[in-house]
């Protein structure tokens, strides 16, 4: 089963959808991250949960 470690970042409600996008495109093609969740609040902010998985690297034996 995969391994994953997860990232919250918080929206404040006076930033553009347009911001929004591209502050999670940039976490996508820079640091490989996913969307897990996004959460809309009534007053326009976001919660959003990224994530990504953890490759741990198996030890040669020689």
Do not use: C
């Amino acid at each position: 089963m995969p391994e994953y470690e997860f990232q919250d970042v918080y929206v404040p409600r006076g930033v553009s959808r347009n911001a929004t996008r591209r502050l999670l495109t940039d976490h996508a093609e820079y640091g490989h991250w996913e969307l897990e969740r996004l959460r809309l609040y009534p007053d326009g902010s976001r919660k959003v949960r990224l994530r990504r998985r953890i490759i741990r690297q198996v030890r040669a034996t020689w």
